[in-house]
């Protein structure tokens, strides 16, 4: 398939970005943006000069795990837009502390950003592209979602917690032809989270987060019979698709 046949399939579609004005959720939504997508960017902190950096963007400021406030920007985007043809949930935090200095606000804090949030979206969303009988979620996953972690319980099954519902999401989806998968970014990346939790080692091979840009831009078009139910590794998958998506 040619790099424009390609591009012209994100023409017009609908994403919905959650943490959206940094790191992986910014690149994300940027690149869908450059393909002529309508990008709709959740998050708490707000783009600069987005006007200027986005062609067909939209922006809502809100905490992803407010279920009343999340409701009402969604609705507002399928009133005039009809659908949401792709859910990406990008939106997370991360701090360390061991176990016994782990307070129930710190525990709540991470598990109803990276997980809750993740919940809502998908809770709001999910059934939509069931009506529609098309979509595809992408949750961003971690390596503690697989391996434990030093000082990290509460990231560690806030990431398990997202596994866990996506597998589920998958089984409830997949007779509608919405696509579930999770994706780890695989390599060092920097974002507003990596500056904090970065070793010295690990910031000197540190990527830009538009470099595994191409693996959420393919999860994005695949049908059932195509990538479904994954934890995938956007490094690699980036650098084996990453031709298909140069825009020329």
Request: charged share 25%; with cysteine.
């Amino acid at each position: 398939m040619g790099a424009e046949l390609l591009h012209n399939k994100f023409k017009n579609l609908n994403i919905l970005v959650t943490g959206v004005s940094s790191g992986i959720g910014y690149a994300v939504a940027k690149a869908y943006d450059e393909r002529d997508a309508n990008v709709f960017g959740v998050d708490i902190n707000k783009i600069k000069n987005s006007k200027k950096l986005f062609n067909r963007f939209s922006f809502f400021k809100c905490e992803v795990q407010n279920y009343k406030k999340m409701k009402e920007i969604i609705k507002k985007i399928i009133k005039k837009n009809k659908t949401i043809d792709i859910l990406i949930n990008c939106a997370g935090i991360i701090d360390f502390k061991s176990i016994e200095n782990s307070s129930i606000h710190f525990w709540k804090k991470i598990i109803d950003v990276n997980l809750t949030g993740t919940f809502i979206s998908c809770k709001i969303i999910a059934p939509l592209m069931k009506k529609n009988k098309k979509g595809s979620i992408i949750n961003v996953s971690s390596r503690a979602a697989k391996f434990g972690g030093f000082n990290e319980t509460a990231y560690c099954a806030s990431k398990f917690g997202v596994e866990g519902l996506s597998r589920s999401l998958y089984e409830e989806c997949k007779k509608y032809n919405v696509v579930v998968n999770t994706i780890t970014p695989g390599t060092p990346i920097k974002t507003s989270m990596s500056k904090k939790t970065y070793s010295k080692e690990k910031k000197k091979i540190w990527r830009d987060p538009q470099i595994i840009t191409p693996a959420f831009l393919h999860l994005g078009i695949q049908n059932k019979n195509g990538i479904n139910n994954k934890y995938i590794n956007a490094w690699d998958l980036s650098k084996k698709v990453k031709n298909k998506y140069i825009i020329t």
